[in-house]
């Protein structure tokens, strides 16, 4: 039986890419690779789960051992699965609940060993950053749960709420750049924290408020 899977990533990824030309480099790129993984058998839903267990190798080798820069490098180019398995499902015509089920399960996977990953590191160190990066990580990815979860139960009432500051593709992007910035500049991996947890938070309210107007219009 064929894999069903959603296209919701790719197009929370297209949100961050906002202009035409963007979306057409990036089809160009990942449409060859969907066409030859098809080619070789190989399943949206396998490229889902290997996108997250690839993530959580990088998460417990490198991000919780404090290889930020090689870490970031990694979790970006295994992010762009995200792009891959909703592309192949496209391809296939198999895009359904199912495909979007477990991708977005398997993505708040991810997003936790990530964030746990580097909190661990920093639970070793001795500092006040230290302390702060730990705080700040817990409750940045508290609220990004949250964020998911808002999501998934309005979608359950038959409301839509795909609207916010700081959706995945962009929480990704904050804590890429703040592995970057402190593995060759300085350590800002708290404040990246800190802008993760406000920005979510500002999201889950724009979700309440959104759902709150459609089903008590």
């Keep these: ?6 296209g ?6 297209f949100n961050v890419l906002d202009n035409a030309n963007a979306r057409r480099t990036v089809a160009h790129l990942v449409d ?16 889902t789960w290997f996108g997250c267990a690839a993530t959580i190798a990088i998460s417990v080798i490198f ?8 870490g970031a490098i990694l979790f970006a180019i295994f992010s762009s699965i995200d ?7 496209r391809m ?5 609940p199912w495909g979007a089920f477990l991708d977005s399960t398997l993505d708040r996977i991810s997003d936790a060993a990530v964030i746990c990953a580097i909190c661990y590191f920093y639970s070793n160190q001795d500092s006040a950053q230290s302390s702060l990066a730990v705080s700040a990580g817990v409750a940045a990815l508290v609220v990004a749960l949250l ?3 808002a999501r998934a139960k309005a979608e359950s009432l038959n409301a839509t709420c795909t609207i916010g500051i700081a959706e995945r593709a ?8 703040g592995l970057m910035i402190t593995g060759l500049v300085t350590d800002v991996m708290a404040q990246a924290f800190v802008l993760l947890a406000i920005l979510s938070t500002i999201t889950v309210m724009q979700r309440i408020l959104f759902v709150r107007k459609q089903l008590f219009p």
Excluded: C, Q
Aim: aromatic share 6%; glycine share 6%; proline share 5%.
């Design 1 to 6: 039986m064929p894999t069903n899977r959603s």
């Design 8 to 13: 919701l990533e790719v197009i929370e990824v």
């Design 32 to 47: 060859p690779v969907a066409r030859s993984l098809i080619k070789a058998k190989v399943t949206p839903d396998a490229i």
């Design 63 to 70: 991000l919780a051992h404090g290889k930020f820069v090689i």
């Design 83 to 89: 792009l891959l398995d909703g592309t192949m499902a």
């Design 92 to 96: 296939l015509g198999t895009a359904g």
């Design 147 to 149: 964020t998911s979860y």
């Design 170 to 177: 962009e929480r990704n992007l904050i804590i890429w750049l």
